[in-house]
T-cell receptor
Framework: EAGVAQSPRYKIIEKRQSVAFWCNPISGHATLYWYQQILGQGPKLLIQFQNNGVVDDSQLPKDRFSAERLKGVDSTLKIQPAKLEDSAVYLC?????????????FGPGTRLTVL | AQKVTQAQTEISVVEKEDVTLDCVYETRDTTYYLFWYKQPPSGELVFLIRRNSFDEQNEISGRYSWNFQKSTSSFNFTITASQVVDSAVYFCALSDMEYGNKLVFGAGTILRVKS
């Protein structure tokens, strides 16, 4: 079974530029998550989708971050405009169900550097 | 509120030594789930174990073992006869029924195994 796919793996941009990340979850997984992991910290949830609907985006900086999952499968996360403090690894995860019993499986992440 | 504390920032051991990674959690819920993930240098978070709050039995999987003690709110992870390939960052995480399937991570423990 294929795991969670993410691209690109690395991205370097100047501040105030825009960037987009792509995620393809494990086949059949209805729930998709985007996390931000700043160096030296644990991942922090940005947004959670159930199929193509947003369940929780309370931690998403909506003035610059946006995310969508139009067909309930792939998802994109966008930052516009980027700030220096957005430098981090962006991890995508998926799970079959949306409850505390289910295990989230993570992709390899996208390492973003904002100069 | 949920909280996970991994007090050990970094541990260095010599190959074949045993090592224990500590995890202390806080939750108001009586039903919750604890997880351990491994993050090797490649960046992907690899799922290791999930344990629910009603199952306090210790678990062993090869060289890995986990000790869950509700009385001290701890879920510690031991690697027996460590190997260089065990070098990674290890994260403990918590999800509970009150907050759905939202994972709260500790800050992680860097494990360095030297040959």
């Amino acid at each position: 079974e294929a795991g969670v796919a993410q691209s690109p793996r690395y991205k370097i941009i100047e501040k105030r530029q825009s960037v987009a990340f792509w995620c393809n979850p494990i086949s059949g997984h209805a729930t998709l998550y985007w996390y931000q992991q700043i160096l030296g910290q644990g991942p922090k949830l940005l947004i959670q989708f159930q199929n193509n609907g947003v369940v929780d985006d309370s931690q998403l900086p909506k003035d610059r971050f946006s995310a969508e999952r139009l067909k309930g499968v792939d998802s994109t996360l966008k930052i516009q405009p980027a700030k220096l403090e957005d430098s981090a690894v962006y991890l995508c995860a998926s799970s079959y169900y949306m409850d505390a019993t289910d295990t989230q499986y993570f992709g390899p992440g996208t390492r973003l550097t904002v100069l | 509120a949920q909280k996970v504390t991994q007090a050990q920032t970094e541990i260095s051991v010599v190959e074949k030594e045993d090592v224990t990674l500590d995890c202390v959690y806080e939750t108001r819920d009586t039903t919750y789930y604890l997880f351990w993930y491994k993050q090797p240098p490649s960046g992907e978070l690899v799922f290791l174990i999930r344990r629910n709050s009603f199952d306090e039995q210790n678990e062993i999987s090869g060289r890995y073992s986990w000790n869950f003690q509700k009385s001290t709110s701890s879920f510690n992870f031991t690697i027996t006869a460590s190997q260089v390939v065990d070098s990674a960052v290890y994260f403990c995480a918590l999800s509970d029924m009150e907050y759905g399937n939202k994972l709260v991570f500790g800050a992680g423990t860097i494990l360095r195994v030297k040959s």
